[in-house]
């Protein structure tokens, strides 16, 4: 009974917590809507600073969690934030002005325009494989357009999440920006309130939680989830140029990237050179400086964040293999380290549920097609992607890939690289998301877009559609109606 008890207390403090941060927030969140560009930029230069100052202790949170190498974390959860700083100082204040609209002929008299506003008080749950990144990028968004902020980093990553709450107390007051760690139960409470907008990444599965949980209170959401992002080379492809961006995009992060090429589509006259090019390339990238360690030993290669992600994406393995998939290259595993090596599976099909799943591992399945109808065909019998990614030499058959499928974002004869364009908009379609982020996409995502229309006193251009409706007023509507 009195564990009972003690858990009964621990919800009704967490519930309390959550209420009275939320509260704070609220009130304290008409102080930020009347902000400048130049005290919003300060405040992310602010935590660009600490940020900096401390990417020691980033390090080695994130070593704790992943194995992960300096210099990956530098590039992908350090510089894309740095990205987005860079182009928020630069276009804040462009973004911000009220934008003008034009007004037509049965409107003479007025002048319109939009009005970029924050929404209020938002939520960000940020995800286990770019934890970083994926908290603070949203935030900084969030912060350009005005609002505050409450975070929820994922309890995979407790090393990172410490710092990320570390970061937070330093840089931020509690009404402004607050942390909330913990597991699904804290997410649970969180989702309760009435926020302004939450931010969202994760899984689709996650997703439809998420957004009927927003649905209560009628908030809007943006929602970066995932999926099977294909991949389509032809058989006119620069074989050896795809390959190293193959590899590289698929086994970045050990393919626990939401972006990350999921499964390969490759014309069959062409399928032996590919494989032959992408294993040569796991060795080139992935044996140390001097090339004479394994996979297993290089500090370059992150391992799968926890033992049960690793029994997951194993699993995946086994049940290939027993319904007769190959494995060409790789298949080595460790539970000890969470390690799983680059590996490169053939003679696949949708009865195994590596083609079923999203992967989120380094598992890379390659399929055959003879006509590139074949392969649009194939990937139109999935949800939509997060990422497609073509590679072709010939226009006419990108183009077909183009028209023939739908997905969040393409990158074309390259994987990943239209993430890291502050000027596209990222973000998934139907399953893959709901909403955009990044430049003034992100901005855009936390702010309310309201309109403006302003009238002369003593002056309005439908008085003469007033009651009563007399045939004058009715023949002046008929003319306006043509």
Same mark, same amino acid.
């Given at each position: 009974?009195?564990?009972?008890?003690?858990?009964?207390?621990?919800?009704?403090?967490?519930?309390?917590?959550?209420?009275?941060?939320?509260?704070?927030?609220?009130? %304290?969140?008409? /102080?930020?809507?009347?902000?400048?560009? #130049?005290?919003?930029?300060?405040?992310? !230069? #602010?935590?660009?600073?600490?940020?900096?100052?401390?990417?020691?202790?980033?390090?080695?949170?994130?070593?704790?969690?992943?194995?992960?190498?300096?210099?990956?974390?530098?590039?992908?959860?350090?510089?894309?934030?740095?990205?987005?700083?860079? %182009?928020?100082?630069?276009?804040? %204040?462009?973004?911000?002005?009220?934008?003008?609209?034009?007004?037509?002929?049965?409107?003479?008299?007025?002048?319109?325009?939009?009005?970029?506003?924050?929404?209020?008080?938002?939520?960000?749950?940020?995800?286990?494989?770019?934890?970083?990144?994926?908290?603070?990028?949203?935030?900084?968004?969030?912060?350009?357009?005005?609002?505050?902020?409450?975070?929820?980093?994922?309890?995979?990553?407790?090393?990172?999440?410490?710092?990320?709450?570390?970061?937070?107390?330093?840089?931020?007051?509690?009404?402004?920006?607050?942390?909330?760690?913990?597991? @699904?139960?804290?997410?649970?409470?969180?989702?309760?309130? =009435?926020?302004? %907008?939450?931010?969202?990444?994760?899984?689709?599965?996650?997703?439809?939680?998420?957004?009927?949980?927003?649905?209560?209170?009628?908030?809007?959401?943006?929602?970066?989830?995932?999926?099977?992002?294909?991949?389509?080379?032809?058989?006119?492809?620069?074989?050896?140029?795809?390959?190293?961006?193959?590899?590289?995009?698929?086994?970045? !992060?050990?393919?626990?990237?939401?972006?990350?090429?999921?499964?390969?589509?490759?014309?069959?006259?062409?399928?032996?050179?590919?494989?032959?090019?992408?294993?040569?390339?796991?060795?080139?990238?992935?044996?140390?400086?001097?090339?004479?360690?394994?996979?297993?030993?290089?500090?370059?290669?992150?391992?799968?964040?926890?033992?049960?992600?690793?029994?997951?994406?194993?699993? +995946?393995?086994?049940?290939?293999?027993?319904?007769?998939?190959?494995?060409?290259?790789?298949?080595?595993?460790?539970?000890?380290?969470?390690?799983?090596?680059?590996?490169?599976?053939?003679?696949?099909?949708?009865?195994?549920?590596?083609?079923?799943?999203?992967?989120?591992?380094?598992? +890379?399945?390659?399929? /055959?097609?003879?006509? +590139?109808?074949?392969?649009?065909?194939?990937?139109?019998?999935?949800?939509?992607?997060?990422?497609?990614?073509?590679?072709?030499?010939?226009?006419?058959? #990108?183009?077909?890939?183009?028209?023939? /499928?739908? @997905?969040?974002?393409?990158?074309?004869?390259?994987?990943?690289?239209?993430?890291?364009?502050?000027?596209?908009?990222?973000?998934?379609?139907?399953?893959?998301? $709901?909403?955009?982020?990044?430049?003034?996409?992100?901005?855009?995502?936390?702010?309310?877009?309201?309109?403006?229309?302003?009238?002369? $006193?003593?002056?309005?251009?439908?008085?003469?559609?007033? =009651?009563?409706?007399?045939?004058?007023?009715?023949?002046?509507?008929?003319?306006?109606?043509?």
């Amino acid at each position: 009974m009195e564990n009972v008890a003690t858990l009964t207390e621990n919800a009704l403090t967490l519930t309390q917590e959550v209420d009275n941060l939320f509260q704070l927030q609220k009130k %304290h969140a008409q /102080t930020l809507k009347n902000t400048t560009a #130049r005290e919003r930029i300060a405040t992310l !230069n #602010r935590f660009k600073d600490y940020m900096m100052s401390h990417l020691e202790e980033l390090h080695e949170a994130m070593y704790k969690d992943f194995k992960k190498s300096p210099t990956e974390i530098n590039l992908s959860e350090v510089f894309p934030i740095l990205a987005s700083i860079k %182009h928020i100082n630069a276009k804040l %204040h462009r973004w911000m002005r009220p934008k003008s609209a034009s007004t037509p002929m049965n409107m003479l008299g007025t002048s319109s325009q939009v009005l970029p506003e924050p929404k209020g008080v938002c939520l960000i749950i940020a995800p286990w494989n770019y934890p970083y990144n994926l908290t603070f990028d949203p935030l900084m968004y969030a912060i350009a357009a005005g609002n505050t902020a409450i975070l929820k980093p994922s309890e995979m990553t407790p090393h990172t999440s410490a710092f990320i709450k570390k970061t937070v107390q330093a840089v931020f007051k509690p009404e402004e920006v607050f942390v909330f760690e913990g597991d @699904a139960q804290v997410a649970t409470e969180l989702l309760k309130k =009435p926020f302004d %907008h939450i931010f969202f990444t994760g899984s689709p599965m996650l997703g439809k939680i998420v957004m009927k949980a927003a649905a209560e209170h009628l908030t809007s959401v943006t929602l970066e989830l995932g999926g099977k992002s294909p991949v389509v080379i032809d058989e006119t492809s620069n074989i050896k140029d795809a390959a190293q961006k193959i590899t590289y995009g698929k086994f970045l !992060n050990c393919g626990q990237t939401c972006i990350a090429p999921d499964y390969l589509l490759v014309h069959e006259k062409v399928k032996d050179e590919l494989i032959n090019e992408i294993k040569s390339n796991i060795k080139k990238y992935y044996s140390g400086e001097k090339g004479d360690l394994s996979v297993e030993q290089t500090p370059d290669y992150t391992r799968i964040v926890n033992q049960r992600h690793f029994g997951r994406v194993k699993n +995946l393995l086994e049940d290939a293999l027993s319904k007769g998939a190959k494995v060409v290259a790789g298949g080595e595993t460790n539970a000890n380290d969470n390690f799983i090596a680059p590996t490169l599976i053939t003679d696949v099909n949708d009865d195994m549920n590596v083609m079923k799943e999203e992967i989120f591992g380094p598992l +890379l399945p390659i399929k /055959t097609f003879n006509h +590139l109808q074949e392969a649009t065909d194939y990937i139109k019998t999935k949800e939509k992607p997060l990422a497609l990614y073509i590679f072709s030499k010939d226009k006419s058959k #990108r183009d077909f890939v183009m028209q023939n /499928t739908t @997905a969040g974002g393409t990158s074309i004869n390259d994987t990943l690289l239209h993430i890291a364009n502050p000027d596209l908009p990222f973000g998934g379609v139907n399953n893959s998301g $709901i909403g955009k982020t990044h430049g003034y996409f992100g901005f855009q995502a936390f702010s309310n877009e309201r309109a403006v229309l302003k009238q002369r $006193i003593g002056l309005t251009s439908v008085k003469f559609l007033y =009651p009563p409706y007399t045939p004058q007023v009715k023949k002046m509507l008929k003319f306006f109606m043509k």
